[in-house]
């Protein structure tokens, strides 16, 4: 292999997505080396030769390696370049390869050095000093151009041997000796966080590892701590300890490797009535399964924030003092629960929950909480009033069990208590740990309105944290211990959070964040059949856009009456819209006229529309006859009208007003609809914290995300109390249903698309109208402001936030112009798609039919599953367990016993098919012949019950009639809560009704 590929495959090796947040140290050796090139049969010697002779993208000739290793560094501004890895990280192998032979004998460095380059054992390099050069720019690579999402590296100095010391400190353990670290921690019984002097840790370092460390290794520890190389290794165990939080893998009894889960406590406080709701929640490492972990046939969790589970339901606090573990049903992991007479929580915002969290560190100056065993209540409480600030003990009505304490305190000034108490011990190393924000890709690239959050660790109170924006001091607020950038802070420019203690920096961070990203095309669509069900076939719907699928044509069908003794004319909202109902026309009439021959009687037709679309408009008609027509029939003919539609007798007014009005002579120029002056947000407002197209931005960035990163953007972007998994859940049925992005949870897939972006054609025949769906970025608003003004400065917009109670959900932005035309431009100019039939009306039609779906069902004859379950009850719309079936068909909710997962199967007799529980409903309502949807055709809007949700295409359907999510309401005389759909014209909602096999109740609906 040459130089480059070699230099790739082991910056590979080290630097990895798996070694994230890790530390790395470049232990290279010749077994290494060897396993690196294995696949292309190549070994050490290879890599020493490609060394030599350097990359073959050099035409110059350097006259060492050290020269060649420096000109890497600045081999075409290799950044700029974007290659994966620093071009150098080769040659520092090759150093630490030479020191990988010897127990640390600095003095023979040199001699190996020459060996293995084929040189003279005494040969001098000048420029060996200039590697330190490369070992910075690594480390600045790694920790801050990275973020660490590779791994932590961190330089090594040992100051007697400074540049060859440098090189050993990469030498002090393995990787497999870093990774059985947690495996001896655990044997000897240490805690997390543990303090514990450098003598002790020798000891027990050789005793509980003699059999798992190098045998190098032990012959170091066993020299004594006054040896540099050995208090350099005892400071990586020591950062080691620091970092560790319980989990990890470890060695059984039997010799497999289980993983350990740290069990810990979330908690609620209620201040009021002082009462304390404590949780048992799981601690996550980075090998936590995303699907979750049962353990003992009856419990379960999943990752809910990054760093904690969801709540499990067992008590544990009868364990507190002497411990608990339990092993999950596969036997891979083990749940562990470590004893603890004190346990410490903080504020869990900087964990991204509400309320406290147990934490395993004692942080000075910060605000903390302590739950004590009576036992030691009395040390804790003269170590509060001495060595803390504003300590006091709270009394707890409920929550708390007997013999335990609870207290309060805004500080820990000193951790004098350490020696008996370790987890009131304060940090031994320092460390800005970065928690939360929302990261563009993986690197130190964060959206502006998700910024990080700062947690400093660290037990010397001189220690100081500063930001920096080009030398530039930034006011950091602080609050809790946790440090967060101002509002005001630059975006698009380099930020460092700098560790001080006195004027020495010892730790930073670095980021970016970033309030302008490209508009981007979706890489990859997903598109879901007609059963909503995910799909690999090119025929399908993503959102509003559909695949290889012609809808059927929407028109309007106005009944009239067929009575032709009678004379009928149609009338439209627009002057000059008058026709005999025999004629051919395009607009859609508002009223039906019957002509009598002395009298008229007048009857509303605009069932389909809000009363505000059935207003009269102005009109640029130019046909003069029309005009004349409509305004005689609707003005000067007005006393002969002797018959209203009920309650139609105001707007009617309103036509007689408007026909007054009309001019039948010839104008300068015609009428033009007048655009609302409706303030359209600029990027730099859109990314602004609270901004609520922020979570649709995420989207449309990352395109395809985890169930779990939705969640923990949810939870970072919301300021709500709102219960967690209600939350999730909401959004996940908005977002779908207004169609910005799809939601597949078949196979575990747990997956969220974002949707391609669309004009959603509204079904509206009078007026040219639409919303957008799918993609949007934050110069979005501003772009289609400016499309629309040069085409037509008449054409209206109007931005509308949905719902408070929903804040994450993005506004709901709605066009109306004058053609249809000018529609079909806006979507072509701004690359959306757009279809001129309404989506509503694709997606009722698109959908599989109830009976179309029973048809597919797979139905067996196998019994009852043996787990929860509950029975849906057809009259309160809910599933309960208190329910005496006596019809021939059932729908079931079974509840696995250790996911939670919840699976539907209808039973018809004694066969049982598994069913999606929407479907499965209607089928349960067919059978019983009872009807739900109710529809009011006057005002358009149709009401289902919450407890009846419709299939997804079918509640995409219905929310896309007007791009306003459902609102919640009881109608009058009814305890059973409804989902209201407003616009629904009367042709959508006869279909969803014949999709459902029901029956629509027409009804007037006063909501």
Not at 188 to 202: F, G, K, Y
Not at 358 to 377: A, G, R, T, W
């Amino acid at each position: 292999m040459d130089y480059l590929q070699w230099n790739n495959r082991i910056a590979a090796h080290f630097f990895n997505e798996e070694r994230a947040r890790c530390n790395v140290y470049l232990y290279v050796t010749e077994e290494l080396i060897n396993r690196l090139g294995f696949h292309e049969q190549v070994n050490c010697q290879d890599f020493i030769r490609a060394i030599k002779k350097g990359p073959s993208c050099f035409l110059e000739r350097y006259p060492n390696i050290f020269r060649t290793a420096l000109a890497l560094k600045d081999l075409d501004q290799w950044r700029f370049r974007k290659l994966n890895y620093p071009p150098y990280i080769g040659y520092l192998a090759f150093l630490v390869l030479a020191a990988s032979h010897d127990d640390f004998a600095s003095k023979n460095y040199r001699k190996r050095l020459n060996f293995l380059l084929g040189e003279n054992e005494k040969r001098q390099h000048p420029d060996f000093h200039r590697m330190l050069e490369l070992w910075d720019d690594l480390e600045n690579w790694a920790n801050q151009e990275k973020g660490e999402e590779w791994g932590s590296f961190q330089k090594i100095t040992i100051l007697k041997h400074p540049h060859v010391g440098l090189i050993y400190g990469q030498t002090l353990l393995t990787e497999q000796e870093i990774k059985v670290l947690p495996t001896i921690f655990d044997a000897a019984n240490l805690l997390p966080n543990s303090s514990i002097s450098e003598q002790n840790l020798a000891k027990l370092l050789i005793e509980k590892g003699n059999k798992i460390l190098n045998k190098r290794t032990i012959r170091l520890l066993e020299s004594g701590i006054n040896n540099e190389f050995c208090q350099a290794l005892l400071n990586i165990v020591l950062e080691e300890l620091a970092k560790w939080d319980g989990t990890g893998e470890f060695l059984s009894e039997n010799g497999t490797l289980i993983y350990r889960c740290l069990l810990g406590f979330s908690a609620k406080w209620d201040r009021t009535a002082q009462i304390l709701k404590l949780q048992v929640r799981c601690k996550i490492g980075k090998n936590f399964p995303e699907k979750g972990l049962s353990f003992d046939d009856k419990y379960f969790c999943e990752p809910e924030s990054k760093n904690w589970s969801t709540p499990i339901s067992i008590n544990l606090s009868q364990y507190w003092q002497t411990g608990f573990e339990l092993k999950s049903s596969d036997q891979e992991c083990q749940f562990k629960l470590y004893p603890s007479k004190v346990r410490l929580l903080i504020s869990g915002s900087g964990e991204g929950l509400s309320g406290l969290i147990e934490y395993s560190k004692l942080l000075p100056n910060i605000p903390f909480y302590l739950i004590v065993h009576q036992s030691c209540s009395h040390h804790i409480e003269q170590w509060g009033k001495s060595d803390c600030k504003e300590f006091e003990k709270v009394e707890i009505n409920q929550g708390l069990p007997p013999g335990w304490n609870f207290y309060k305190a805004e500080a820990a000034l000193r951790d004098t208590l350490k020696d008996q108490y370790p987890i009131l011990a304060f940090p031994t190393t320092i460390k800005l740990n970065l928690e939360g924000g929302i990261r563009l890709e993986k690197g130190n690239e964060f959206f502006a309105f998700a910024p990080p959050k700062f947690i400093l660790e660290s037990g010397n109170e001189s220690t100081t944290v500063q930001g920096y924006f080009n030398e530039t001091l930034l006011n950091l607020e602080y609050q809790n211990g946790i440090y967060t950038l101002p509002l005001n802070t630059p975006t698009h420019q380099k930020i460092e959070i700098k560790v001080y203690q006195g004027d020495k920096i010892i730790n930073y961070r670095s980021l970016e964040l970033l309030d302008h990203f490209d508009n981007q095309q979706l890489s990859e669509y997903h598109y879901f059949d007609s059963f909503g069900q995910l799909t690999q076939n090119s025929r399908g719907v993503a959102g509003g856009y559909f695949q290889e699928y012609q809808s059927p044509a929407f028109q309007y069908k106005p009944i009239v009456a067929t009575n032709i003794a009678h004379n009928i004319v149609l009338i439209g909202r627009k002057p000059g819209e008058i026709a005999n109902h025999l004629d051919q026309f395009t607009w859609q009439p508002i009223w039906e006229i019957h002509l009598g021959q002395k009298f008229h009687s007048v009857k509303f037709c605009g069932n389909n529309k809000t009363e505000y679309e059935c207003f009269p408009q102005k009109s640029s008609c130019t046909d003069l006859e029309k005009l004349q027509e409509w305004k005689k029939l609707l003005w000067k003919d007005r006393k002969k009208f002797i018959d209203v539609s009920r309650g139609k007798r105001d707007l009617w007014e309103q036509y007689t007003k408007a026909a007054k009005k009309i001019k039948t002579t010839p104008s300068k120029s015609s009428e033009q609809l007048t655009r609302q002056e409706a303030t359209i947000d600029f990027p730099e407002n859109c990314v602004q914290p609270g901004y609520p197209d922020q979570m649709l931005y995420v989207i449309s960035v990352k395109q395809t995300m985890r169930w779990q990163n939705f969640k923990e953007i949810v939870n970072c972007l919301s300021n709500q109390e709102e219960e967690e998994q209600r939350q999730y859940l909401n959004l996940r049925s908005f977002l779908d249903s207004l169609g910005h992005c799809d939601f597949d949870f078949t196979n575990n897939n747990n997956k969220v698309y974002a949707c391609p972006p669309v004009l959603v054609r509204l079904p509206n025949l009078t007026l040219s109208q639409g919303v957008l769906a799918g993609l949007r970025f934050p110069d979005t608003l501003e772009r289609l402001s400016q499309v629309c003004e040069s085409i037509n400065p008449n054409i209206y917009i109007e931005v509308e936030p949905q719902p408070k109670k929903y804040q994450l959900l993005p506004q709901r932005v709605f066009i109306e112009t004058e053609t249809e035309n000018e529609l079909k431009e806006i979507a072509t100019r701004l690359n959306l798609h757009y279809n001129p039939i309404p989506t509503a009306w694709s997606l009722v039609n698109f959908s599989v039919s109830l009976i179309d779906y029973l048809q597919h069902l797979e139905w067996s004859n196998e019994g009852e599953i043996n787990w929860k379950r509950k029975t849906f009850e057809p009259e309160k719309f809910l599933f309960t367990t208190d329910i005496s079936v006596d019809f021939n068909i059932r729908l079931r909710q079974y509840i696995h016993p250790k996911t939670q997962v919840r699976s539907y199967y209808l039973w018809r007799d004694q066969q049982s098919a598994k069913v999606d529980k929407a479907w499965g409903i209607y089928a349960v309502l067919q059978e019983l012949q009872k009807n739900v949807l109710r529809y009011d055709p006057d005002k358009t809007i149709i009401a289902i019950p919450a407890g009846a949700s419709l299939p997804k295409l079918l509640e995409r359907a219905l929310t896309l009639c007007s791009g306003y999510i459902p609102k919640y309401k009881k109608l009058p005389k009814s305890e059973i809560v409804f989902k209201v759909f407003r616009d629904v014209p009367d042709l959508i909602a006869n279909k969803l009704a014949e999709k459902l096999c029901q029956t629509l109740h027409i009804q007037d609906l006063n909501l």
